[in-house]
T-cell receptor, first 111, second 110 residues
Framework: DAGITQSPRHKVTETGTPVTLRCHQTENHRYMYWYRQDPGHGLRLIHYSYGVKDTDKGEVSDGYSVSRSKTEDFLLTLESATSSQTSVYFCAISAQGTEAFFGQGTRLTVV | EDQVTQSPEALRLQEGESSSLNCSYT??????LFWYRQDPGKGPEFLFT???AGEEKEKERLKATLTKKESFLHITAPKPEDSATYLC???????????FGKGTSLLVTP
């Protein structure tokens, strides 16, 4: 899986609580991405990073924040989880911002 | 707005019955068209990148082609293990993140 580890793999949380998902890579790739995947919507970009401390918003960034303090780690935080954020979250990495390689995903349920 | 549209949404084939999946895009200044395969419960797996019209790439029973407006993923004599969702994607406005189509769910029956 291209040296990408997502944690946790499954999480159930309550509405209104903060949640942090972690993506760790061992490939030293410059670009890292967070996507969410929902039935009927496909994969949608939440945020991405093009270097340490350099991040930008994607299509569905509201309610999410990210941080990248080291090349290998990219964190996604749901500041106050809502039921609409129940989804499968995928981290991806890319060396040059072209081909992206994906992790196994985190299934998040907000109850 | 850049868009990637895939058709059909779902396709059922018998083993050995060849077919094609379509990906049309309205991206200005295409900087690559990407194909992925996704199995249930797993992350997308990279298959191909195509950069210019007329380019073709092959892997086992899969062949991807690209024109100026669309890409096709041809599946020749498919087997049940080819059953998966196939996704295509193109770089978005930033140039550094992919926009995905909604995918084609392929089922190959014995």
């Amino acid at each position: 899986d291209a040296g990408i580890t997502q944690s946790p793999r499954h999480k159930v949380t309550e509405t209104g609580t903060p949640v942090t998902l972690r993506c760790h890579q061992t490939e030293n790739h410059r670009y890292m991405y967070w996507y969410r995947q929902d039935p009927g919507h496909g994969l949608r970009l939440i945020h991405y990073s093009y270097g340490v401390k350099d991040t930008d918003k994607g299509e569905v960034s509201d309610g999410y924040s990210v941080s990248r303090s080291k090349t290998e780690d990219f964190l996604l935080t749901l500041e106050s989880a809502t039921s609409s954020q129940t989804s499968v979250y995928f981290c991806a990495i890319s060396a040059q911002g072209t081909e992206a390689f994906f992790g196994q995903g985190t299934r998040l349920t907000v109850v | 707005e850049d868009q990637v549209t895939q058709s059909p949404e779902a396709l059922r084939l018998q083993e050995g019955e060849s077919s094609s999946l379509n990906c049309s895009y309205t991206v200005s200044g295409l900087r690559g068209l990407f194909w992925y395969r996704q199995d249930p419960g797993k992350g997308p797996e990279f298959l191909f990148t195509l950069y210019s019209a007329g380019e073709e790439k092959e892997k086992e029973r899969l062949k991807a082609t690209l024109t100026k407006k669309e890409s096709f993923l041809h599946i020749t004599a498919p087997k049940p293990e080819d059953s998966a969702t196939y996704l295509c994607a193109a770089p978005g406005d930033s140039g550094y993140a992919l926009n995905f189509g909604k995918g084609t769910s392929l089922l190959v029956t014995p």
